[in-house]
């Protein structure tokens, strides 16, 4: 591998993240150091002093014996997230990737989505198995493959997030709907659904024992992001429910899916 252009150094924060993320480039960190000011990137100047401090730290750990003093960096697990749409949400699913985008942290972040051109259960099974969070975008009604997609959430208990677009809905989505025994969050801009995905990650990224590998500097950046947002947030349209938000979907006893037809014989075309 070459040695990084200064073009590649003046790239974004996140383009740069993924250049000195990788084993080689952490190794020579003092060489990117020494090119770094002279691109005036400060960015990259203040992620590669604390790379360094990093290796440093490791170096002393295993001068006195220890092999790991604490979770370094590139141990932290990557949030998966699927985002699950009828057929009239398209472009507001793609909003929740620009709210991932707008996140003022480097972590890795994963977006899954059934493809366009349809899918076999069991690869929509693969894609929800091992998800972190699942986004459901219910618009007017209930269409394929959301339904199926809905049902493996519900199966495989995944952490689910119901969203409702403020609409009329036809009489299946109605039903399917009351399927859901919580509170569905509601909106009705692109701009408010920004905003419930957005302090939705924020809280799902503090976790207790930081498993996204986030600084303290991160989490304070986030703290600052979560309630900018929320300071300039408008009314919840909010649906009556229990819950508060999302949860994980119980599979507590079987139930025919809503035009009778068993999950493991659909085949989305």
Known sequence: MADASPSQL??????CSKLISTSYWRSRVEYLMYLAPALDNSWLTQRLMAIRR???A????????????YKCETMAETLR??????NDLEAERALIGRAVAQLPVQIGIEIRRTPARGAAY?????????????????????????????FLAWKLE????????????????????????????????GDELMRIVT??????LQHPTNRYGLSLTELELLNVHAHRIQRDAKPD???????????????IGHREPLDGTALDEVHIP
Do not use: H
């Open 10 to 15: 003046r790239q974004t924060p996140k383009v």
């Open 54 to 56: 990093d290796n440093l």
């Open 58 to 69: 490791n170096e002393q750990a295993f001068s006195i014996g220890l092999r790991t003093p």
């Open 81 to 86: 997230l699927f985002v699950s749409a009828t």
């Open 122 to 150: 069991e690869e929509i099974f693969e894609l929800i198995s091992n998800v972190d969070r699942v986004y459901f975008l219910m618009g007017e009604d209930i269409t394929a493959p959301s339904g199926a997609e809905w």
């Open 158 to 189: 995944r952490s689910l997030l119901p969203l409702r677009l403020v609409s009329r809905r036809t009489p299946a989505a109605q039903d399917f709907m009351r399927l859901y025994p919580g509170k569905w969050a509601a909106f009705a801009t």
């Open 199 to 204: 302090l939705d990650l924020a809280r799902i």
């Open 237 to 251: 349209f909010a649906e009556p429910g229990g819950a508060e938000g999302g949860g994980v979907l119980l599979d």
